[in-house]
Structures are given as C-alpha cells and as structure tokens.
C-alpha cells in the first residue's frame, strides 16, 4: 500500500516498523524485498515523488559470474575468479571483505532477479577487458528491473511506501538507531537501511568530496536524478558514521560539444597526450579510457577529413561493444561530421591544414605527434598495431588534410564511490571501524565497494542489488533479534 504524503504526520506516530528502508533505487527495493520475504514489517520511504530514482534510467546492466545466463551461453566463470579480477583491476584498493560479498553474490543476485521476473538477453558483454563476459543486460534496460522490483514491493502487504518524504534525521537510543524522522515526525523501527543514492545531483558537494569532477567546469553534468543529493552524508554524520572513497566515480571523457551520454568512442579515433604520444586503444571500454585519462590525461582525440566526411548521422557508430536489444538504433554520436563541424564553427574543435599546426592550437608537442602519427599510418598500411593492439578494423591513417582535434575533458558524471563505510554484512561502521547498531547502508551511498576506476558495465548494479539484499536480510536479523529480546 501507499502511504498518502499529506497523511505522514497522522500515520506516523502510529506506525510501528521491524526495518525502515530510506531510498527506493535499486539497493533500496531490493532491501525492502529481502527484509519482507524474512518476515520483517518494513516501510520503504524516499523524498522523491517515485520509485526508482537513477537506478531506472540506468542501463540496468548488473556484473555477475557463474551464473545460468552465462552457462546457457557456454561461458565458464566462477565468483572466486571474479573476485581476484576484481582486486587486480582495483590494485587492491577496495577493502577484500566487500569485494568478495560483491562477486560471490552477484551470481546469486541474477537468479534472483530472474525468479521475480527480470529478464535479461542471452548474448554478455564485456564489462571491461576481463577474460570472460560479465555484464547481464536486461530487457528495458533499468526501467525494465526497476519496473519488476517494484511491482513486486507493491504485492507485499506487509511492506508500506511512502513517497515525497525526505527523511533528515536519524533517532538513537542508547548508542542504536531506533528510528528516522522527516523534521518533528517521528517513526521507530528495530533497524534502518540507508539506501539514498549518490550527490551526483549536489554540485555544491563536488569540491569537498569529488574534485576531480569539479575540475571540469562548465564541461561537467550528471546523468541521473534529482534525488542523489548525498543525503547519507548528513545522515550518517549525525551517529559518527565512517566515510570512504574520496575522489571516487564513474566520469567519462568527452569533447565537450553537446550534453551527450556516449560511453564509447568510435574506434577509428586516434588519441594522443600532451606530448604527441598515442596512449591507449582507442576502441577500448570506458573504464580502461577513464584509467588512461587518469593516467596519461588530457587526452586529445585526432582525426583526419577523410575520417570526417565517413562519419555520417546514418552511418551505424563504429564501438568494438555492442550492447544487446540496442541493434538496429541509431543512437547520437559526437563524432558525425554535423557536429564536427558545428564543435569547429564553435571553437570547441580544431582545425588544422597540417599536423605540426595542429599540434600548435593543441597544445601538443608537434614533433612527438608528428612521430606518433607517421608510425600510426605506417602501422594501418601493415594491417596491424603493434603498439596498443587495437582491432585492425578500426585502423585508418590521418593523412588527408585538413586535420581536427579536440581535447577530452572528464565531464560526464555518471555516478559517485564515496560514501558511508560498511562491512560485508552491509553494517554502517563508525570511524573506529566498529559496527553502529541498527544502521545499514547499501548501493551509491556507500564507500569501499567501487575503486579508483570504475570495474565496468553492471558494476554499479551489483553493488545495489548484491548489498541491498544483504542489508534487508541484515537489517531483519536484527529486528527479529531484537523481538525476540522483548519477549
């Protein structure tokens, strides 16, 4: 049932939940589930006036191994090869417990979301460049999953929703979280799962807690909702909650011509540093491009007229990844000669009659570039790239003037890392690194779970699904326990 918003105050000294959920995105829905299906009361809140919040305009793509999809497909994974990928790609900068909660629930994560009803398409993706397709892409994308767990919160009676309430207070008895509160209105419960989002949509919080997104400038946006307003800061301060992840997100590269999310770059783009040196597969998923900013950045994306008179709005974009059920869509691209030429027309591209003046209105060493591009055409008459090994396919020579380059900014905030400590049981800890009881915490809000650089396709999903059903199971333990003490 649903909890009528200008009723709140009335209902709410009467209401008496085992577990209060605060945010319906993905991690919160699936918490909500779990804690229900454990036999817990539950009241799943959240200030936006739907469910959903990013997690439904999300591709939906959730990261798993060892799953049925994958054996229908004939891949063969394990959670345990998962979970030593992902510490290897993290360079062990995420905490282990977490990482190995992460990969070995994943799996179990998928069937759960098929047994409620989400169905995924039979052909993986490569989430990044790991040695097996990982990333389950369901139908309708994160409106389709979102749309299923919903749905399926809705069917339970003994879970309540109560939309357009922004809860901003934490109630605490004796060192435990009892309860939550939207201004005076208060509500008690045996335990609460934080589940806010990120503060993507909070600028005002980018320079203390994501500067490299607010180095960015007026280059910068954010692709999800409103409500990711870094709620679970001010929450989590209010009881001595740890936070972690500094500086950590999901930001792609983009030229900077229009408010486009395209995650991929088409392959045939040739990308140099300021020294003129190629650094990377140009081809490559976005989360080794967001390494390769992050190492080598900036990076400026070079092409040749020849490239650019090809690059056609009907032309199907040249991405080495495909995402399934998108075949046959035309989707926007920045690298189509209309917008090329509108960036030049704006200042936004540079255009050059030879490379050496290029590299000039660059900022880019023109000799370094010079080299690198007359070894780059000698490697596409040879049908080969021995140097970042990008598949011959996408080699062409930049040889016909004249020449255009722009510079990659990191502007495209896709979703923030930093947030509330949790351990493996999704228990938010205090900064002494102890469990604060009767507080959880799962999906964006948290910290520890995502690394420096983003793992790739479904990582994000994951962490909602896999640790928001950990903390309803978590967060229905306690209450029970806690029943069963007042008996």
């Known amino acids: 049932m649903d909890v009528d918003p200008a009723e709140w105050e009335r209902e709410s000294n009467l209401m008496d939940f085992d577990v209060v959920v605060v945010g319906s995105g993905a991690a919160g829905l699936s918490a909500a589930l779990e804690a ?8 799943l809140v959240d200030g936006q006036g739907c469910t959903g919040g990013s997690s439904a305009l999300s591709g939906g793509i959730v990261m798993a191994a060892g799953t049925s999809v994958q054996r229908k497909a004939g891949i063969e994974d394990s959670a345990e090869q998962l979970f030593r990928d992902y ?7 995420v905490e282990p417990a977490l990482a190995r909660r992460l990969a070995y629930g994943g799996g179990p994560a998928i069937e759960w979301l098929i047994d409620l009803g989400v169905e995924f398409h039979d052909q993986l993706m490569f989430a990044a460049e790991e040695r097996a397709p990982r990333s389950h892409v369901p139908k309708m994308m994160g409106f389709g999953v979102i749309d299923v767990l919903q749905s399926r919160v809705r069917e339970k009676p003994s879970v309540e929703v109560a939309l357009g309430q922004r809860v901003n207070r934490l109630l605490v008895k004796e060192g435990r979280v009892v309860g939550v509160a939207v201004d005076d209105d208060e509500l008690t419960a045996g335990a609460v799962v934080i589940a806010t989002g990120g503060f993507g949509a909070n600028r005002a919080l980018w320079p203390e807690h994501l500067p490299s997104i607010a180095a960015s400038g ?19 301060a209010q009881v001595g909650a740890a936070v972690v992840g500094h500086d950590r997100s999901l930001i792609l590269p983009t030229p900077d011509f229009f408010s486009n999310l395209e995650v991929y770059f088409p392959g045939w783009l040739v990308m140099v540093n300021r020294a003129g040196r190629r650094c990377v597969d140009e081809s490559t998923s976005y989360a080794v491009m967001q390494l390769a900013n992050q190492q080598h950045g900036p990076l400026f994306a070079v092409l040749d007229d020849a490239a650019k008179r090809a690059a056609q709005p009907d032309a199907p974009p ?5 995402i399934p059920g998108t075949e046959g869509m035309t989707l926007p691209s920045n690298w189509t000669e209309p917008n090329i030429d509108d960036a030049v027309a704006k200042g936004k591209m540079r255009q050059a009659g030879s490379l050496t003046e290029l590299g000039r209105l660059l900022g880019v060493d023109p000799a370094g570039f010079a080299a690198s591009v007359e070894r780059y055409n000698t490697n ?38 930093k947030g509330l400590r949790i351990d493996e049981h999704a228990r938010v800890l205090d900064r002494s690194g102890g469990p604060i009881r009767g507080l959880y915490a799962a999906g964006e809000c948290t910290g520890g779970v995502l690394g420096d650089v983003y793992m790739g396709s479904g990582n994000s999903y ?11 199971q978590s967060a229905a333990a306690l209450a029970s326990e806690l029943a069963e003490a007042a008996v």
């Open 87 to 93: 510490l290897l790609f993290n360079q062990y900068k």
């Open 318 to 322: 040249q991405y080495k990844q495909s």
């Open 218 to 236: 007026s280059a910068a946006w954010y692709i999800g909702t409103d409500g990711a307003q870094g709620d679970a800061f001010a929450l989590g």
């Open 462 to 472: 994951a962490n909602c699904v896999v640790f928001g059903r950990t903390a309803g």
């Open 36 to 43: 229900s299906a454990a036999g817990s009361s539950v009241l």
């Open 380 to 417: 596409c008459a040879d049908g080969a790239d021995p140097e970042y090994f990008k598949d011959p396919k996408f080699l062409r020579p930049i040889s016909t003037p004249p020449f255009y380059g722009a510079e990659l900014r990191m502007g495209i905030l896709c979703l923030t890392s």
